[in-house]
Nanobody, 125 residues
Framework: QVQLVESGGGSVQAGGSLRLSCAAS????????MGWFRQAPGKDREFVAA????????YYADSVKGRFTISRDNAKNMVYLQMNSLKPEDTAVYYC??????????????????WGQGTQVTVSS
């Protein structure tokens, strides 16, 4: 069982930066692929970024590539999403997720079986 708690959301102007954090419980966290997803009002939840169990491989949606960076610290049971050059279209609730059956390459919602409660990110123009 894994519990995930996100933090770091907030309001920022376009061009600004935010760093989201995800604290994970569970002794097997370090063996799971981890990801970030987001859901804007009236839209489906979508993939943002993912990272392999070791942190050696990362994956990004085209819309955030070059602006967002996912990382993890297995010693601290933490996953991070550094978001730079934020745009109004990045406004959404951001969710941290764990894919317990995957060690790498998990980019689809159905591959994730543990989810956090979400943190709101609002980018104003």
């Amino acid at each position: 069982q894994v519990q995930l708690v996100e933090s770091g959301g907030g309001s920022v102007q376009a061009g600004g930066s935010l760093r989201l954090s995800c604290a994970a419980s569970g002794r097997t966290f370090s063996s799971y692929a981890m990801g970030w997803f987001r859901q804007a009002p009236g839209k489906d939840r979508e993939f943002v970024a993912a990272i392999s169990w070791s942190g050696g491989s990362t994956y990004y949606a085209d819309s955030v590539k070059g602006r967002f960076t996912i990382s993890r610290d297995n010693a601290k049971n933490m996953v991070y999403l550094q978001m730079n050059s934020l745009k109004p279209e990045d406004t959404a609730v951001y969710y941290c997720a764990a894919a317990s059956f995957y060690r790498s390459g998990a980019t689809m919602i159905g591959e994730y079986d543990y989810w956090g409660q979400g943190t709101q990110v609002t980018v104003s123009s």
